[in-house]
């Protein structure tokens, strides 16, 4: 017996080209068009390139938020105001 396990995942589309392509699709058959194309394109040199690059992009803006969180997280102190010198 084959397994069957999927998992729902929601997609907003917003291209009325695709949407009306989409719901032309007879009923039953929509989830496999979308699926079968999705990895179709992900599988390919140029879904596989840009999906590679755009996971890169998500690390180096996690790095960044992590790296801005720890110089915010500690600021320097400034030197107390009764250790200034100088004619005001």
């Not at 929601?10 to 039953?28: D, T, Y």
């Not at 390919?44 to 998500?58: C, D, F, P, W, Y």
């Not at 996690?62 to 100088?86: E, T, Y």
Request: proline share 3%; with cysteine.
């Amino acid at each position: 017996m084959t397994d069957h396990a999927g998992k729902r995942i929601a997609i907003r589309f917003c291209s009325a080209n695709v949407i009306n392509l989409i719901e032309e699709l007879p009923r039953g058959y929509k989830s496999m068009m979308v699926e079968s194309a999705v990895a179709a394109f992900l599988e390919s040199e140029v879904g596989s390139k840009i999906a590679e690059q755009l996971k890169e992009r998500k690390k180096k803006q996690a790095s960044l938020k992590k790296s801005s969180k720890s110089k915010n997280a500690a600021p320097k102190q400034s030197a107390p105001i009764g250790h200034i010198k100088g004619d005001f």
